[in-house]
């Protein structure tokens, strides 16, 4: 069973930046693939980037490429989304994922085995 918690979600004008972290309890961390997705209200839920559970691939959406960074720390059992450069159309619900001994085609694929409960991240224009 893996427990995820994120934090760091916000206001923030457009042009900022903010890093989401993610914290999942629970012994399979280290070999569960992760990713960030981010729901809007009234769209569905869209994935944002996805990181190999060695931290060595990473993925990511065109619309935030170049914007945004994933990375992770197993020893602290801690994935974390850098967001720069921050859009009104960034605004959304952004949730953590995890994938048991998945990868990373199937976390962007939204073939996942544990969610968080999201953050909001709010940008102003």
């Known amino acids: 069973q893996v427990q995820l918690v994120e934090s760091g979600g916000g206001l923030v004008q457009a042009g900022g930046s903010l890093r989401l972290s993610c914290a999942a309890s629970?012994?399979?961390?280290?070999?569960?693939?992760m990713g960030w997705f981010r729901q809007a209200p009234g769209k569905e839920r869209e994935f944002v980037g996805a990181i190999s559970w060695g931290g060595s691939s990473t993925y990511y959406a065109d619309s935030v490429k170049g914007r945004f960074s994933i990375s992770r720390d197993n020893a602290k059992s801690t994935v974390y989304l850098e967001m720069n450069s921050l859009k009104p159309e960034d605004t959304a619900v952004y949730y953590c994922?995890?994938?048991?001994?998945?990868?990373?085609?199937?976390?962007?694929?939204?073939?996942?085995?544990?969610w968080g409960q999201g953050t909001q991240v709010t940008v102003s224009s």
């Open positions: 994922a995890a994938k048991r001994g998945g990868t990373t085609v199937q976390v962007m694929g939204i073939d996942v085995d544990y």
């Open positions: 629970g012994r399979t961390f280290s070999r569960a693939a």
